[in-house]
């Protein structure tokens, strides 16, 4: 089969890999229908996080199941399918508990890599999830958002506790920080302020529900929020960068007893201690428990209550992926939709 | 009066000090039955935070109504009260939502000292509760404790979410570690772990209510927790200390999901990004909002349920304050209170 593969920072590559087999017995082997390019995979694409050799890309996926191993029961062959970035059991404690991304058991979509034509999904039952029937074309991009993007800015939107009457800020135009506004807007948000300098991420913000734009970063994003929000910061904030500076951000726009909820990747950060005790914030966040999320993701998606497919600004059939890479490193696109 | 005032590292005198008076309308005037020395005192008293000329020392109080302003409705001369570290109008919209450390109007009672015969308390209405009548004396000790150990160690608790069923792990065991196994025992902890190398605080900790103790620090500590909890860590953990090290055994003692309420004052604590996202907790703390929790406090003591006074384990006149931070910066002593 064909699939995306990096050798080396800015050497990505389409070419033949090995079909996917079923290995054990709770596998399935889907045939995806699309997949896509995440701001993560720009890390080792970057050369911000090592490549250690040619390594399978992509950990976003929806398609249909072509196969299952003997162990699995509630995934059958034929069904459409969404899954998340970490396979998991959902029946360990931690599953349980909604932390599905620690599952005690949990497999990195990542290794495996998603943008190709066939990917095996460890853990079926326990991983992914089926819609009402095959849906049609037209949705496939939100299902597919709700594979990482949707599912982490809904994470990010839960972990800042937003909630009816709250006023939310959102650090982070991509993908996810669209999609944290989107979220905060469904979870019933009174004022949500995106924090976001370019025109057609703020024209989208503003679709998905932003009430304020703020275009300062830093200090300067800082007061801008406490201005709005009678000095005091916002209520929940949603941090979906992952740099000091944005996570500062977050932090300092937060009032004294408020939330951040924290999902960009937070390579080369370093939380101060006296100025994260003096905040009085409540900090949660990490890898996304999408699958806790995603039955409902799934709902919202299939009865078009939600359009976060959105946020696929470009789309490009899986060979031509490697442009996909560079047009959203050079930030011309915010997310590159890979059909399949 | 007299008053405890410290002028160099090392250096603390009981010397004469200017009687406090009413100088807004909103103040009252209280004169001490009991104070004590803090841990956070030895910070300056060590050196680690900067002595800026002459210091009047102190911030944890209860003692009898002196005198009040004009404009203070509810705080009555005669009346025995309890306050905390920051005096609060417990009115304003952060008060309101139970972070009175952070109310938009707080003073630091440290910066006027409370180590002395009398002390004058802003916003006297929202920062002190009185007591059903005159508390026998053998109660002092234990209000005093509610002025800021209990109810810093109370906050810890609440801050990592300690409820019935959960399994809490208790890092430091001074007066607020201490009493934060009192308060996870008080909130229905099913199992408590204090992590302690002492002996005569190992026995406290278990009359608090702990149903293990740890000895191991670090790595270690870490592992024997996780030993405890089916290799998850812990629900609920509770960090009072304030230390790199302390702060990183708390969080990796917590299980994926799990809460850490930190009240160490963070000196020179920088919390790895990457640790942290990856540890998937959630962290809260700061400053104890005292004030919350006092009324609940007072009550719970009155009615001799709690006896969090036992952290007192010297007591001396204020006139030998000095021997009393001695005896607790050579870890001698758990907590001096200084009798007035």
Not at 2 to 24: F, K, M, N, Q
Not at 43 to 57: L, N, T
Request: aromatic share 4%; charged share 20%.
């Amino acid at each position: 089969m064909r699939g995306v593969v990096l050798h080396a920072p800015g050497d990505v590559r389409v070419e033949e890999r090995d079909d996917p087999v079923i290995v054990a017995p709770t596998d399935a082997v889907i045939r995806l229908s699309a997949t896509c390019v995440c701001g993560s995979d720009l890390w080792p694409y970057r050369g911000v996080e090592e490549v250690d050799g040619p390594s399978p890309m992509g950990h976003e996926y929806v398609g249909v199941v072509a196969e299952v191993g003997g162990e699995v029961r509630d995934v059958r062959p034929g069904q459409f399918v969404v899954g998340s970035f970490f396979a998991s059991d959902n029946t360990c404690e931690l599953c349980r508990a909604g932390y599905q991304s620690s599952c005690v058991h949990r497999v990195p979509i990542g290794g495996i890599g998603a943008q190709a034509e066939y990917l095996r999904v460890p853990l079926a039952d326990g991983t992914l999830v089926a819609t009402p029937g095959t849906p049609p074309d037209d949705l496939v991009p939100s299902l597919l958002a709700a594979s990482d993007v949707l599912g982490t800015g809904w994470f990010a939107a839960v972990a800042a506790e937003v909630g009816p009457g709250k006023t939310v800020a959102v650090v982070g135009d991509g993908a996810v920080g669209l999609l944290g506004v989107l979220a905060a807007r469904q979870l019933g948000a009174a004022r949500i302020i995106a924090m976001s300098r370019h025109e057609s991420r703020q024209a989208l913000a503003l679709e998905y529900g932003a009430t304020d734009i703020v275009t300062e970063r830093g200090d300067e994003g800082v007061a801008r929020v406490k201005d709005l929000t009678d000095g005091l910061g916002a209520h929940s904030v949603i941090e979906a960068v992952g740099t000091q500076e944005s996570m500062m951000q977050a932090i300092r726009s937060t009032r004294p007893g408020g939330h951040v909820g924290y999902v960009g990747v937070t390579h080369d950060v370093a939380l101060p201690g006296m100025d994260l005790f003096f905040s009085h914030v409540h900090l949660h966040g990490g890898p996304a428990p999408v699958r806790r999320f995603l039955p409902e993701l799934v709902d919202l998606i299939c009865d078009r209550r939600i359009d976060p497919g959105k946020v696929f600004d470009l789309t490009l059939p899986l060979d031509r992926a490697p442009e996909g890479y560079e047009a959203m490193d050079e930030r011309r696109a915010i997310k590159t939709l890979l059909t399949v």
